[in-house]
């Protein structure tokens, strides 16, 4: 006949589950003030209707301006003014690009959004 043998198996959870918990749990909401979407709204808040495009983008650390503007949109309900212009580029001749910035009603917005 079938004997039954007491037997214990462990899954992972069940070891997770036995380990004393040593690491404090913080239930406070994190800040977004070292975010990169906080970043580069601030950024625009202070070029004001300057704005900025993909290179002076990049000096801020954001390689990816035209990525970052749909979600700052999305993230804080703002709209981007855009228009196309051209700069110089590193060979004499010159480069399109696209400059953002922040109307005046988007930037009242922004600003209540970032807290000031």
Known sequence: MFTQ??????????????TPATAQVSTAKKSNVNTKNHAMLTAFVKAGKRGLNRFQA???????????????????????????????????????????????VSMAVAVAALGG
């Open 5 to 18: 043998l007491q037997m214990t198996y462990k899954t992972k959870a069940d070891e997770v589950l036995d």
């Open 58 to 104: 990049g000096a801020l650390h954001d390689t990816v301006l035209n990525s970052t503007i749909p979600v700052l949109q999305k993230k804080y309900a703002v709209y981007f003014s855009r228009e196309r212009e051209t700069v110089p580029n590193f060979t004499g001749g010159t480069t399109s690009v696209t400059r953002y910035w922040l109307d005046d």
